[in-house]
């Protein structure tokens, strides 16, 4: 049984493109990492090319008002999280925190494991900090009104069209994300408006919200996110500048890998883990006291979001690496590859969310999760309204 609904996916093509021909309404997209290096093999491109640049213009040509990236949520994402874990571990409380950036695991979590609901990180997905932050800055910043905003999600994944439905990320009837595309979806799109999108030359993103460092964009590999939340932390708990960005024993193919680092007499014990099979045995281990770590990464797709069950299918393993080498390729070409070195995060917690983990970051940023054996859906909204109101 899939656990993430992402056998049912739902297929939005259709409400987007009323939206995108409402004259009302403010469509905006935010394309996720790993989207780029796989839609082009939809349109003769070989795996792992590299095309944000011409999702950008494709989505400009099909309407959209403006295209932004989810890997500048996903540098929140880690200032957030790798905050949230300096802390955890200084305290030595609920330890290991497991990562919350995949609602495929998260599911799994509510519903087999909810005995680890506290070890969850209680980051919001990247996918959701994008559209939490883009509904509070935008209206002001477009000069529209907030229920005028539609934000379109380009995921690699069917697990996040469910996300974006929670009740948790649905303030009164203002959504988050409105839709949730997947890679396939948009390809399909492009193909209905009639674009060549092989011909299309490469466009910018938007500002502020398309401006990203590479950590940023590897978090669409699995191990992404533990070498992004590394390079956090080597600069907050040695105090020096991190000059060699690349933390290569995080990454790799297999399914489960392990890695220690020392920051400043700081130990800390790493595991990666995907697929959810693999995430199953590995609790096991926990459980059973054969190993002990201090944060554990777990995406439900084997390899990570490269792999996603909205990109174009594959059973080449051979694809996936290189659609997961494009993203650190992309990661060496950008000019920041830290996290914190984002001007615009920076500029966003200068001007709204204050410190990390502030009472105004926990608003936007973070959520809560429930016990899904024990809850009905009914009181799931209610709970979910209940918890809105507090913040
Ligand atoms: Fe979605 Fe798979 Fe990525 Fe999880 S690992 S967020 S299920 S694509």
Redesign the pocket.
């Known amino acids: 049984v899939c656990p ?1 609904a ?1 056998i049912t996916p739902k297929y939005e093509v259709d409400k987007v493109w009323k939206e995108i021909e409402n004259p009302d309404k403010v469509v905006v997209a935010q394309i996720a990492p790993a989207v780029r290096v796989a839609i082009g093999e939809l349109f003769g491109f070989k795996p792992g090319a590299l095309l944000t640049g011409q999702i950008v213009n494709a989505l400009k040509m099909i309407g959209f008002d403006k295209v932004f990236d989810t890997s500048f949520a996903a540098d929140l994402t880690v200032i957030e999280e790798a905050n949230e874990f300096i802390q955890r571990k200084q305290e030595d409380y609920k330890l290991p925190l497991f990562t919350s ?5 998260v599911k799994f979590v509510e519903y087999y494991h909810p005995e680890l609901i506290t070890n969850l990180s209680s980051c919001k997905s990247p996918q959701q900090m994008f559209g939490s932050v883009a509904k509070e800055i935008l209206p002001e910043l477009l000069n529209i009104k907030k229920e005028n905003l539609a934000v379109v999600s380009i995921m ?2 069917t ?2 069209k469910a996300e974006a439905k929670r009740p948790e990320f649905n303030h009164g009837g203002i959504k988050e994300v409105d839709y949730v595309l997947t890679t396939v979806e948009l390809a399909a799109m492009i193909k209905e408006a009639g674009i060549k999108f092989e011909n299309l030359t490469p466009e910018p993103l938007d500002m502020p919200m398309g401006f990203k460092s590479g950590a940023g964009v590897i978090f669409g590999n699995s191990g992404g996110v533990s070498e992004a939340v590394a390079r956090y932390a080597y600069e907050k708990l040695t105090g020096q500048k991190l000059f060699d960005f690349e933390f290569k024993q995080l990454r790799g193919s297999d399914a489960l890998r392990t890695a220690e680092l020392e920051l400043n007499g700081t130990k800390i014990r790493m595991a990666i883990v995907s697929g959810l099979k693999n995430a199953s045995e590995l609790i096991k281990k926990l459980k059973n006291k054969e190993a002990e770590y201090d944060i554990i990464e777990v ?3 084997p390899g ?2 490269i792999a ?2 909205g990109q174009p299918y594959t059973t080449e393993s051979d694809n996936k690496c290189k659609r997961a080498s494009a993203l650190y390729e992309s990661d060496k070409t950008l000019q920041l590859h830290k996290s914190q070195d984002n001007p615009y995060v920076s500029e966003l917690y200068s001007s709204l969310l204050g410190e990390p983990n502030s009472r105004k970051a926990h608003s936007l940023l973070h959520t809560k999760y429930y016990n899904r054996r024990r809850i009905t859906p009914e009181n799931l909204i209610k709970l979910a309204d209940n918890d809105s109101k507090k913040l």
């Open positions: 993430t992402s950036c995949c609602p495929g695991w690699p994944c697990a996040k995406m439900a797709c990570g979001c996603g069950a």
